[in-house]
């Protein structure tokens, strides 16, 4: 991932233009080759990315109060016409979080906290955005075959003496010729964990913690030893915490 489309719209010339050049910069020194736009309308931001050529934007930043249109407003919209940006909300208006989750947002930035959000804002998305694009490498165990996995895409990995089974999102078993710490060691930067001698997780596809177990989404339940129980809980509300995707009381 080294080129990014995104656009900026705030109503607020100043305000838009500041938010524009610290996104320029934030992607610049992270080696990204960002192309950005800016628009003082929701409606020029509307007419804008359902008619360009080759598609929308790959991340727009939107102001949620506007004229014409709130900016949840544009980002239902956006999305009723097949936009599939990724929206992040830049704004003062934090009783809003909630009606911004039909848009299913990939953050939200408060305007009053704006350098440090924005920071963890795009950090997270490009995290996301590295997961979703790298691949695992692999040889079968059995005939040796070379497999190109999807990392986003593996849900756990399961350590059976000399067999090493990546599990994925369609229930596909790998048996691959590697170590359970070879792998650990490959995926943790993906948010895929230990959590017993046996078993990798991957945090995206975790429905539940309980003291000996892990609740996956798809139903599947998976070994947690209860020496790891209170550090993986801990890094679970880490990793929903800068991913954004749920609110919640501990």
Same mark, same amino acid.
């Given at each position: 991932m080294t080129n990014i489309s995104f656009a900026v719209c705030d109503d607020d010339k100043i305000t838009c233009d500041a938010i524009f050049r610290c996104i320029s910069t934030i992607f610049s020194k992270c080696g990204i080759n960002a192309s950005g736009s800016k628009f003082y309308s929701p409606s020029a931001l509307y007419y804008h990315a359902v008619n360009r050529s080759g598609g929308g934007f790959d991340i727009v930043f939107l102001d949620i109060d506007? @004229?014409?249109?709130?900016?949840?407003?544009?980002?239902?919209? !956006?999305?009723?016409?097949?936009?599939?940006?990724?929206?992040? =909300?830049?704004?003062?208006?934090?009783?809003?979080? =909630?009606?911004? =989750?039909? /848009?299913? @947002?990939?953050? =939200? /930035?408060?305007k009053k906290n704006f350098s440090s959000d924005l920071r963890t804002a795009l950090k997270s998305y490009l995290s996301k955005k590295l997961s979703e694009e790298s691949y695992l490498v692999v040889q079968t165990n059995n005939n040796s075959?070379? !497999?190109? !996995? @999807?990392?986003?895409?593996?849900v756990y990995v399961e350590g059976m003496r000399d067999h090493q089974y990546i599990v994925m999102e369609d229930g596909e078993r790998v048996d691959v010729r590697m170590t359970l710490g070879e792998l650990e060691e490959k995926l943790v930067q993906f948010d895929i964990v230990r959590t017993h001698k046996s078993f990798l997780v991957n945090l995206k596809y975790v429905r539940r913690i309980d003291v000996s177990e892990i609740v996956l989404s798809n139903d599947q339940m998976v070994l947690l030893s209860r020496s790891k129980s209170r550090e993986i809980k801990d890094i679970y509300l880490k990793y929903l915490r800068k991913v954004g995707s749920v609110m919640f009381t501990e």
């Amino acid at each position: 991932m080294t080129n990014i489309s995104f656009a900026v719209c705030d109503d607020d010339k100043i305000t838009c233009d500041a938010i524009f050049r610290c996104i320029s910069t934030i992607f610049s020194k992270c080696g990204i080759n960002a192309s950005g736009s800016k628009f003082y309308s929701p409606s020029a931001l509307y007419y804008h990315a359902v008619n360009r050529s080759g598609g929308g934007f790959d991340i727009v930043f939107l102001d949620i109060d506007m @004229p014409q249109y709130s900016g949840i407003d544009l980002g239902k919209a !956006l999305r009723h016409n097949g936009a599939e940006s990724d929206i992040i =909300f830049v704004s003062n208006r934090e009783d809003k979080v =909630f009606e911004t =989750f039909s /848009v299913n @947002p990939s953050g =939200f /930035v408060r305007k009053k906290n704006f350098s440090s959000d924005l920071r963890t804002a795009l950090k997270s998305y490009l995290s996301k955005k590295l997961s979703e694009e790298s691949y695992l490498v692999v040889q079968t165990n059995n005939n040796s075959t070379t !497999l190109k !996995l @999807p990392v986003s895409k593996i849900v756990y990995v399961e350590g059976m003496r000399d067999h090493q089974y990546i599990v994925m999102e369609d229930g596909e078993r790998v048996d691959v010729r590697m170590t359970l710490g070879e792998l650990e060691e490959k995926l943790v930067q993906f948010d895929i964990v230990r959590t017993h001698k046996s078993f990798l997780v991957n945090l995206k596809y975790v429905r539940r913690i309980d003291v000996s177990e892990i609740v996956l989404s798809n139903d599947q339940m998976v070994l947690l030893s209860r020496s790891k129980s209170r550090e993986i809980k801990d890094i679970y509300l880490k990793y929903l915490r800068k991913v954004g995707s749920v609110m919640f009381t501990e």
